[in-house]
């Protein structure tokens, strides 16, 4: 029997305005002195002073930063070091989508350490994260990167993506109110959608997987599979908008404790070279990375199948695992994604600089079922460019 070290956050307040929890949960820290992190979009159309102004209204003294941008930079991450080092903050709030979140609980944990960010990297730091940081409370406002529950900040390099990750990295408090969901554009929703999607699956069939991360992988596929259809085509559909949060937080638990592989590692040089969305880019390259690998883990496809509503009782592992390929390729089709490399303007001269960022990222290779090799990630970013799903020649 194996042994599964299972790490959750340590509190978390889920469903339809739990937002109202803020306040409560910050008055049991001995703090006056707040930084609260965002992004631009979100200071624009009111949701930041959702959690300001309630602050501002019991006495709290709190700073808005809203210079995170999308799929930040490691640049963008060092000034907000800088800053919440400077500004004798005591707690930080991350609201926001990924990027927000993964810049707040950054700069709560480095105001605490010395030297740049950078020296905390996966790939290339040289430093190890040793204290806590300041008290973090993290509110998503997108249903997709699970990163209220995680313990990773993802960090846009020159050609690809790092983490700086530690358990102290961690969320004292998650707040996950789907109500926050509403606003999300149809675009971002079903590219937020896909990342949750992504995170169930390759949680599922990881190496790392354990009877408690399946339970959760399997229940976050069934709620996006029956949902993120709805809430792309009518944002203002509560249910959906709820399952997919839900969804999306459930997703986020199974993956922080089963790890995700072959379909982020190949996503993060899309991110960094190109630019794509995280979800996008995980999105285009999910069939193509889950078809390559069925053959390792079929039995394990085919409850995949099952949990986004088809029926495998009829087939053969082999078959259901083809049929779950279909499955997942049809949903990021239905909700509006481009399926090829080509659709997202990215030149078949980009495959070896691809495959060779893809090849480095070792720490998410190394959950896959089946073992990628450099020449089995230029295959799977080949069939991703052609649009045809292919497998290893035995
Ligand atoms: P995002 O945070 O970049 O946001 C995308 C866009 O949606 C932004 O323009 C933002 O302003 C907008 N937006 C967010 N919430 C909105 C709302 N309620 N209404 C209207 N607009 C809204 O997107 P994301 O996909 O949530 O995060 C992506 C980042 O998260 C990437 O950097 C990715 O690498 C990272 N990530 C982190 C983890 C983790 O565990 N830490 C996991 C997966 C991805």
Known sequence: MSVSKLVFPPLTHIGWGSLQQLLPEVEKYDVKNILVVTDPMLAQIGLADRVTAPLKENGYEVTLYTEVIPEPPLEVGEKLVSF???????????????SALDLAKL?????????????????????????????????????GTGSEVTNISVLSLKTTKDVVTHDNLLADVAIVDAELTVSVPPRVTAATGIDALTHAVEAYVSVNASPVSDGLALQAIRLIARSLRKAV??????????????????AGLAF????????????????????LAHGESNAVLLPYVMGYIRNSCPKRMADILNALGGNSSYLSEEEASYKCVEELERLVKDVGIPSTLAEFDIPESALESLTRDGAKQKRLLARSPLPLTENDIREIYSSAFKGKVTEPIM
């Open 107 to 143: 700069a709560a944990v480095m105001a605490e350490h010395d030297g740049p960010a950078a020296d905390y990297l996966n790939l290339s730091g040289t430093k190890h994260v040793e204290k806590k940081g300041l008290p973090k409370i993290l509110i998503p406002t997108t249903a």
């Open 256 to 275: 922080f404790n089963a790890g995700v592989a072959g379909v982020h590692a190949l996503a993060y040089p899309l991110g960094g070279q190109f630019h």
């Open 233 to 250: 085509e009518d944002g203002s559909d509560k249910q959906a908008r709820i399952d997919m949060s839900q969804g999306s937080y459930i």
């Open 84 to 98: 919440t080092r400077d500004g004798g903050f005591e707690m930080v709030i991350g609201i926001g989508g990924g």
